[in-house]
Nanobody, 115 residues
Framework: VQLVESGGDLVQPGGSLRLSCDCRGFTFSRFGVSWYRQAPGKERELVATIISSGSRSTYADSVKGRFTISRNNAKNMAYLQMNSLKPEDTAVYLC?????????WGRGTQVTVSS
């Protein structure tokens, strides 16, 4: 099983990034997917979740209206579109896949928002 995040970068406040999560080794279409983030010295925070079919998603209040989670079950990929980025969005962003029996984590990708 592998979850490989990519797309993290240094970006100025107000900028945008699109994170990707390449999922392999399990039946992706049967798993819900979430993006978490962890900043230095802070607890891991749930950012967004999308159900297995992709028909419903939920967001943390801190990112609602700015971030969009999506998935492509044909490509075994999940995405996080991040707009209007703020310095407080700086963190390692981790992809997480879960069903009723199993849960898998990626290693994360660094997002830094700074001028």
């Amino acid at each position: 099983v592998q979850l490989v995040e990519s797309g993290g970068d240094l970006v100025q406040p107000g900028g945008s990034l699109r994170l990707s999560c390449d999922c392999r080794g399990f039946t992706f279409s049967r798993f819900g997917v979430s993006w978490y983030r962890q900043a230095p010295g802070k607890e891991r925070e749930l950012v967004a979740t999308i159900i297995s079919s992709g028909s419903r998603s939920t967001y943390a209040d801190s990112v609602k209206g700015r971030f969009t989670i999506s998935r492509n079950n044909a490509k075994n990929m999940a995405y996080l579109q991040m707009n209007s980025l703020k310095p407080e969005d700086t963190a390692v962003y981790l992809c997480h896949a879960r069903n009723s029996l199993y849960a898998y984590w990626g290693r994360g990708t660094q997002v830094t928002v700074s001028s």
